[in-house]
């Protein structure tokens, strides 16, 4: 009896330590995004952020408010928090890079903000998100894979313009 109470005690130890580590790994991870995003924006000229590798693809710059676009949504749907996001980064009239640099990074902002103002337990919250039943915890987790996604599609565009890609930044 001891020994199955030590064990349980052990587990719940265990899955509240787990707990407490994802909301800060995830806090980590995002703050660990927007800055190599930022040298993604940074590294494309100016010029490049109309480029189209081809006709019918997204641009430089719409791919990147794509991303912004998907960071606000996910993070929302997630969170429950109102996007403070009007209308979309990826349709914005001004695809400047000063202009796609600022949505961009305000996604981060958001996402960010929002996830340090969570709670251990609200990782695990049931949520709808884009008509799928889920825990609040993995559309964040969605989220950072879709952004890291087209982060990665966003490599070819700055090979093809001359411009050597930020560095990985794994840790």
């Not at 251990?120 to 889920?134: E, N, P, S, T």
Request: proline share 4%.
């Amino acid at each position: 009896m001891k020994l199955l109470s030590i064990t349980c005690m052990l587990i719940f130890a265990a899955s509240t330590a787990f707990a407490q580590t994802s909301l800060s790994k995830q806090i980590a991870d995002w703050e660990r995004a927007k800055v190599f995003t930022k040298e993604y924006l940074d590294a494309m000229p100016e010029d490049g952020y109309a480029f189209k590798p081809t006709p019918e693809i997204r641009s430089f710059a719409q791919q990147m408010g794509h991303l912004a676009d998907a960071n606000f949504a996910f993070v929302s749907g997630a969170t429950g928090k109102k996007s403070p996001m009007e209308g979309s980064v990826e349709k914005m009239t001004d695809q400047s890079k000063a202009a796609i640099t600022k949505g961009v990074m305000d996604s981060y902002d958001f996402a960010i903000s929002s996830l340090k103002s969570m709670t251990d337990a609200d990782l695990g919250k049931d949520i709808k998100l884009f008509g799928m039943d889920m825990k609040s915890g993995v559309a964040l987790e969605k989220g950072f894979e879709h952004q890291t996604h087209h982060r990665g599609q966003a490599t070819v565009y700055i090979r093809l313009k001359g411009v050597t890609p930020p560095k990985e930044k794994l840790f």
